[in-house]
């Protein structure tokens, strides 16, 4: 255990410096010497406002779990970058042509409503990824950029017209407008907040500074917007990355996701999980997610939800529908 635990936060560091951090808006002066103003206003930009997890949940249960895919596919393997190499390429081409169909299949298989955030272009490229999930009638499919873009690299006005397309996109591709938005690597600019809000999702999917679902402050007001918050420990990409120092197999990675799970229960909040179809549905690790599904499931006493019904129902709880 204290390996996996040295391995997540490890991977945690790799992550996190691949992307560029955010730029700030301060003088030039070095943080040590800001005035408290300039700290507060640098800080206040997007914080955590209200718990927002419900007396209960639907049913009675004592925890939400909530099962999410990031389905980037090709714009990962190269396309965001302009670095277009054919053999990327075809692990990507693995996550529509393969893995896609085999998760899926084990989610309906299980009945477990889940939630597919796509790249504009990864679902461009091969729509019939949306009827496959479409299909059974409990997922949801929710917007996760339009290439799987470094949002701070880019300007607002840029950002904002490629979060536009992108929901334009899926909205023909789906049929469906979706109401949930994850940042490409859950990388926000200083203007995500402000773009996210004009567009009117239901709920946000990109931040960590809680376990629980809770509303987004901005500038120190309460905004309205729910916020369902990620993890790197639970996220698949760092942990199985073969080809990195922090590899760890699929069964261990498994006991680290059933911990955060019993953990949940035992507190009675929320269980929220980010994958890519691309790395868990390859064979020898959607061992892991089906193992963990046994766990929970003989666990019991838990509310299986997609985002959107999450968010949707938290929102009622709270009063923020009124």
């Given at each position: 255990m204290t390996r996996i635990l040295i391995v997540a936060a490890t991977s945690f560091l790799l992550f996190a410096c691949q992307e560029p951090s955010q730029s700030?808006?301060?003088?030039?002066?070095?943080?040590?010497?800001?005035?408290?103003?300039?700290?507060?206003?640098?800080?206040?930009?997007?914080?955590?406002?209200?718990?927002?997890?419900?007396?209960?949940?639907p049913g009675e249960a004592r925890v939400a779990v909530l099962f999410s895919f990031d389905v980037d596919n090709e714009t990962v393997q190269g396309l965001r970058d302009g670095s277009v190499s054919v053999g990327p390429?075809?692990?990507?081409?693995?996550?529509?042509?393969?893995?896609?169909?085999?998760?899926?299949?084990?989610?309906?298989?299980?009945?477990?409503?889940?939630?597919?955030?796509?790249?504009a272009w990864s679902l461009k490229l091969a729509p019939s990824q949306a009827a496959l999930i479409q299909a059974s009638g409990i997922h949801e499919i929710a917007v996760h950029g339009w290439i799987h873009e470094r949002n701070s690299e880019l300007d607002a006005a840029t950002e904002e017209r490629l979060l536009v397309a992108a929901v334009d996109a899926m909205t023909e591709l789906t049929g469906e407008r979706p109401v949930g938005y994850r940042a490409p690597s859950w990388n926000f600019s200083p203007n995500t907040l402000d773009i996210v809000r004009r567009l009117g999702f239901v709920y946000e999917s990109s931040l960590m500074a809680d376990d629980r679902p809770y509303e987004l402050l901005h500038n120190g007001e309460p905004t309205n917007l729910v916020e369902l918050p990620v993890e790197w420990i639970l996220d698949d990409a760092p942990l199985f990355n073969p080809r990195g120092d922090s590899y760890s197999p699929p069964r261990e990675v498994m006991q680290v996701w059933i911990d955060e799970f019993d953990k949940a229960w035992e507190e009675g909040t929320m269980f929220l999980l980010t994958m890519h179809p691309h790395i868990t549905g390859?064979?020898?690790?959607?061992?892991?997610?089906?193992?963990?599904?046994?766990?929970i499931k003989a666990r019991g006493d838990v509310w299986f939800a997609t985002h959107e019904e999450t968010a949707r129902y938290v929102r009622t709880q709270a009063g923020m529908n009124e």
């Open positions: 700030n808006e301060q003088t030039g002066t070095p943080p040590w010497d800001w005035a408290e103003f300039e700290v507060r206003d640098a800080i206040n930009q997007v914080r955590a406002g209200r718990d927002l997890t419900p007396e209960s949940w390429l075809s692990q990507g081409e693995y996550g529509s042509r393969v893995a896609l169909p085999r998760v899926v299949e084990l989610m309906n298989q299980e009945d477990i409503p889940s939630t597919f955030f796509f790249p390859h064979r020898s690790r959607i061992v892991a997610l089906e193992g963990l599904i046994k766990h």
